[in-house]
């Protein structure tokens, strides 16, 4: 029994990895070379829903880090454009426009994240000297 639970493991995890690359359900359950109907009964499963969320996340992750990677050209473009002569008036104000609410935004979440480092320090503080 344990071998088959081994191998009912693997085609859990290839089923999420097919759910993550393909278009919908039924091509998902063919590349992970099972039934729509044992896919649609995988998915009620506590562990499996578990699984699939975290591979979703650290998938969306990657995409995340590599948007981040990609800010720095594309503040480039901005720049570029703003300050292009050749740009129409309508289009550098838009960009201007862009890189003061990016700005802006990033002070706020930079206001934030100390906010939250603060409270976290104080609750650390509270709850150490509540011993």
Do not use: C
Request: aromatic share 4%; hydrophobic share 45%; net charge positive.
């Amino acid at each position: 029994m344990k071998g088959h639970g081994a191998k009912f493991n693997r085609k859990m995890e290839a089923a999420i990895a097919a759910l993550l690359t393909q278009k919908n359900q039924e091509e998902a359950a063919r590349a992970a070379g099972i039934s729509v109907a044992t896919l649609l009964r995988w998915q009620k499963l506590p562990e499996f829903k578990k699984a699939y969320m975290e591979a979703r996340r650290a998938a969306h992750g990657q995409s995340i880090a590599r948007l981040q990677q990609a800010t720095s050209a594309a503040v480039t473009t901005l720049l570029k454009v703003m300050v292009d002569p050749a740009t129409p008036a309508s289009v550098k104000v838009r960009a201007a426009d862009s890189v003061l609410d990016h700005s802006a935004k990033a002070i706020e979440l930079e206001d934030i994240e100390t906010r939250v480092a603060e409270l976290e320090a104080a609750a650390e503080l509270s709850k150490s000297s509540g011993k």
